[in-house]
Structure formats: C-alpha cells, structure tokens
C-alpha cells in the first residue's frame, strides 16, 4: 500500500512538472515542431536512465518506495508517449508530414542516445 501512495504522489509531481514545462515552452517556442513534450521526454529518458541504469549506486541513495515514486510514478507521468504520437499525428495531418515524421525520429533516436549516455557514461 505504501507503494502504491508513492506512486500516487511519484505521479502527481511528474504530471503537474510536465505541464509547467510544456506550458512554459509553448509560451517561449511558437514553432510548428511541439518543443515541450521533446523536452519532457529527452529530460526523462537520460534521468530514467541514470535512475534504473545504476541500480548500486542509486540504492544507495534511495530504495523501496522512495524508488517507485520516482521511477514508476515520476517518471511514468512526466514523459508522455501518447502525446508525443498525437502531436506528430496532428502535425502530419495539418500538412506537414515531414515536421510529423521528424519529431517521432528526433524523439526516438534522441531519447535512445540520451538514455545511453546515462547508463554508460555517467
């Protein structure tokens, strides 16, 4: 139960975190290509893979729920799939297949390489 509630909190920092971020870079980038959701990603796939690519060392730091929290319930909520596949849907849909097609590879290859950084270099 006391995973569950960390979770639960672990969720509602990395939803409530997302959404500032998104709010705050759509404010700044007026662009076509969605900005705060790669942000969100990018920043969560190097952080995901510095929290469960190092599991010593992270044990050390924090272990059982404090752990969930963050992975299954920080993390979980403030990187987004779904929207990252809506708003590349969406972008092709208004005409520009290419913008579409790129943040889905940009997302991809980008969050890949981040996460081995974290896990191989760090």
């Not at 469960?52 to 404090?66: L, V």
């Not at 987004?80 to 940009?106: C, D, V």
């Amino acid at each position: 139960m006391v995973d569950l509630v960390a979770v639960g909190a672990g969720g509602f920092l990395g939803a409530t975190g997302r959404y500032l971020i998104g709010r705050l870079l759509g404010k700044i980038w007026r662009k076509g290509f969605p900005l705060g959701t790669f942000t969100v990603n990018m920043l969560g796939s190097f952080a995901l893979g510095l929290l469960m690519g190092h599991p010593h060392f992270i044990a050390t730091i924090m272990e059982g729920s404090a752990r969930v929290a963050l992975s299954v319930g920080f993390m979980g909520s403030f990187t987004t799939y779904s929207t990252l596949m809506y708003e590349s849907f969406m972008l092709a849909e208004r005409g520009n297949l290419f913008l579409g097609a790129a943040n889905i590879f940009l997302s991809i290859s980008t969050g890949l390489l981040l996460a081995w950084l974290a896990i191989y270099c760090f």
